[in-house]
């Protein structure tokens, strides 16, 4: 008797690093420009739809983060405290540690916008820093796509 069972997961979002826990960080195209976002999605048992709860990076953004990923990630390992671990004119990201564990907050705002924030466990963090170059191919590869 074949007790196999096939599964089928809901397909992930084309562009994206799964996070665990139903976040990802995904790379999108919107008016021609390349955004990056970390986002939490909701599933069904074929695919997963964004949720309003997430961020949306540009290029810029992103790049500037991911520059020293590997100092933010030893930074959010090591800490003992809450500390910022990258500002910019748009974008903070701060660790937050309490007894129960970390959490890394990215806070984005600027003059014309409220500001929204994400929050996410050191796992996905280190996943996300892990993941750079495969990121920064997924944003290269639609700004070239757009120019073409």
Not at 22 to 32: C, G, L, M, P, S
Not at 50 to 63: C, D, R, V
């Amino acid at each position: 008797m074949d007790c196999n069972i096939d599964v089928q997961l809901p397909i992930e979002p084309p562009r994206s690093v799964n996070l665990g826990e139903d976040y990802f960080f995904v790379v999108n195209e919107f008016q021609d420009k390349a955004y990056a976002h970390i986002r939490k999605y909701s599933s069904t048992p074929i695919r997963y739809f964004p949720t309003g709860k997430g961020i949306a990076l540009t290029k810029s953004e992103f790049t500037e983060f991911m520059t020293n990923a590997e100092q933010h990630k030893q930074l959010v390992q090591t800490t003992h405290s809450s500390k910022v671990v990258f500002i910019n004119s748009t974008l903070v990201v701060s660790v937050s540690v309490k007894a129960d564990g970390r959490t890394i907050t990215f806070l984005k705002g600027n003059d014309n916008l409220a500001a929204k924030c994400v929050s996410i466990t050191v796992a996905q963090f280190e996943t996300l820093c892990d993941a750079k170059d495969k990121l920064l191919n997924y944003i290269n590869e639609i700004e070239d796509s757009v120019v073409n």
